[in-house]
């Protein structure tokens, strides 16, 4: 349990050592300057966001942390579902899987990734994944952060089935695409 915890505290904080090493690190007025403790289980303001209304979706290192450099999240996953197929216009995009077994597509590269595995994809390539597993974990970063925070708030907030065009709708307030369907077992 304490390797889990090392690891996942440990390639939480990698993005920004990368971003620190460019010269991109210095600090910002608008980040936060003080550590902070995101517990197990819970977000980093108290907000849970849920993907499809039943899966844990926290943010656990917000953007506001990081003055827009960075985004970290925590997914738990309860079903063998993903996102639809698209491409970040603007973001690089990591996952490092802690429990399940995933499918990740990215350009014309399919990957099985187990606990302990990490993908990275570039943005404008794009990407979806598939939950293997009944349940599984992710944790998983942007960067920049761009909105993906307000994005999923945004679609946590929708009660009732979207259309393609909405959805497509909110993917691009949010600098994201849609190019195609999930994937599927």
Do not use: C
Not at 99 to 111: I, K, L, N, S, T
Not at 122 to 128: A, D, E, L
């Amino acid at each position: 349990m304490k390797r889990k915890h090392f690891l996942q505290t440990t390639l939480a904080a990698l993005p920004a050592l990368f971003l620190a090493k460019a010269g991109l690190g210095a600090p910002a007025s608008s980040a936060t300057s003080e550590p902070f403790v995101v517990r197990a289980g819970n977000s980093r303001f108290g907000e849970h966001l849920k993907y499809r209304g039943q899966h844990p979706n926290d943010v656990v290192i917000s953007r506001r942390d990081t003055a827009d450099a960075l985004s970290v999240f925590a997914y738990t996953g309860y079903a063998k579902i993903g996102p639809s197929l698209h491409v970040h216009l603007h973001q690089d995009e990591w996952f490092y899987v802690l429990a399940g077994h995933y499918r990740f597509v990215v350009g014309d590269r399919q990957e099985e990734l187990h606990p302990g595995d990490t993908i990275f994809l570039p943005r404008t390539i794009p990407h979806s994944w598939l939950q293997l597993s009944d349940q599984g974990q992710l944790l998983y970063a942007v960067q920049p952060a761009g909105t993906l925070e307000e994005f999923f708030k945004e679609m946590d907030a929708v009660k009732a089935p979207l259309s393609a065009e909405e959805a497509q709708q909110i993917h691009r307030r949010h600098g994201m695409k849609i190019v195609g369907p999930p994937l599927t077992l």
